[in-house]
């Protein structure tokens, strides 16, 4: 088969300890999913029965210690630190209590957020892809495997900014944890082997400048370090 052009490259992401690559298929993300995040959005009560679900692109990955860009139209360019949790397998409607079976390892990651757009979209009840989706807006670090850490359900997840701690909480007090978000986004998406899930963010979201340098921390699993540009 040929091609028009020659093919983009394919998305990936380091492993830690390897040296083979993981790479990405889709990006999913959940919104309000710590409950102190989404009281200081303004949200109503965080509802069980309806998870917020956005995508991002593929290709909006930064690996671990690259520049990160400051976007174009925005005055106001959030961090959310996130577990990220990677698919090595897939599927529709899966069951929580084989979930975890899906899943390759872990890392930490950046849910990049152009606020001030989200708000405006927000306002208008529209798209939120201007807000969340925009080139570059995903940093994350090299993956752990679980084959060597096992699934946590407890671990501190925090991010300080030039050294300052503005995001600290720990994995336990996610409202959806890992299997259950695995299960409702296989009720509206067929799953596959590449897919990264982030899986939302507590409080303390705030703004980003250019020459911020970030540290973020699922602790004993993944580290993440980058400058924005
Ligand atoms: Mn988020």
Redesign the pocket.
Known sequence: MSFVFDLPAVPSLPVTGGSARFPVHRIY???R?YAD?AKEMGAQAVSRANPVFFMKPADAVVADGGDIPYPPATRELHH?V?MVAALQSGGRDIDPAHALDCVFGYGVGL?L?RRDLQAAMKAKGLPWDVA?GFDRSAPISALRPASEVGHPMQARLALAVNGEVRQDTDIADMIFPVPEIIAELSKLFELKAGDLI?T??PAGVGPLVRGDRITAELRGIATLEGRIA
């Open positions: 993300c959940i919104g999913n995040h959310e996130e849910d957020t969340k982030f939302g963010t």
